[in-house]
């Protein structure tokens, strides 16, 4: 009798056990594990390889295919799925392909009602379909957008021009991305309108100076 008791009072706490648990991770699920892996990159020789693409890819749950089209776009250059590497003709800032990268997934994988991942493409007549397994809601996707300033094919030296800060970087100036380029801003916050002039081009980066109004 002694010995049957103990036994229920063992699977009763290990049933408990397993619903706190169950509990844990239907949360972690939920809101946790979305984490889109760093990008890892690199330039060799003239490309630049992301090292960590199908890692991301299938983070994101979104077809190879699909992501590469997005940041070939996106880079205006060609390139190629090298196993599970992605190669881009041409040398890029790391940053710059960090943020692409972030633009795909806010477009193609964050769901904008609720803000989960938990979403599909699905093509409905023409259109793309952003479908949300967690709302039930789905939007067209977004098209490309305002973020990307007009792709000026060649910026040169010496050029004023207005732009709207997007982003911050790592030592905390402006960033703006534009085409291929990727433009650094001093003392400037995102949103914030700024007249420029651009002092020196390095490749896709672009250094600038506070241009007077
Ligand atoms: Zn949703």
Do not use: W
């Not at 706490?13 to 594990?33: G, M, P, V």
């Not at 299938?58 to 190669?87: C, P, Y």
């Not at 433009?183 to 390095?202: F, L, T, W």
Request: hydrophobic share 35%.
């Amino acid at each position: 009798m002694a010995l049957l008791y103990y036994t229920t009072m063992t699977d009763e706490y290990e049933n408990l056990l397993k619903q706190a648990y169950s509990n844990i991770t239907e949360k972690t699920e939920s809101s946790e594990r979305f984490i889109v892996p760093e990008a890892k990159a690199y330039v060799e020789g003239k490309t630049t390889v992301l090292e960590n693409f199908s890692e991301i890819a299938s983070k994101v749950r979104r077809d190879q295919e699909h992501l590469m089209k997005f940041l070939l776009g996106e880079l205006g250059t060609s390139g190629k799925i090298d196993g599970n590497r992605a190669i881009f003709n041409g040398k890029f800032e790391i940053t710059l392909i960090k943020m692409m990268i972030k633009s795909y997934v806010e477009d193609y994988v964050i769901c904008s009602e609720c803000g989960k991942p938990d979403t599909r493409l699905v093509k409905d007549d023409r259109v793309m379909l952003l479908r949300c397994d967690a709302c039930g809601s789905h939007r067209p996707v977004r098209k490309r957008k305002a973020r990307t300033e007009p792709v000026s094919e060649n910026l040169e030296e010496g050029t004023i021009m207005d732009v709207e800060i997007q982003s911050t970087s790592k030592r905390g100036d402006g960033v703006v991305k534009m085409g291929r380029y990727i433009m650094y801003v001093a003392n400037a916050k995102p949103g914030q309108k700024v007249k420029i002039k651009i002092s020196r081009i390095s490749g896709s980066i672009v250094f600038t100076e506070r241009a007077e109004e």
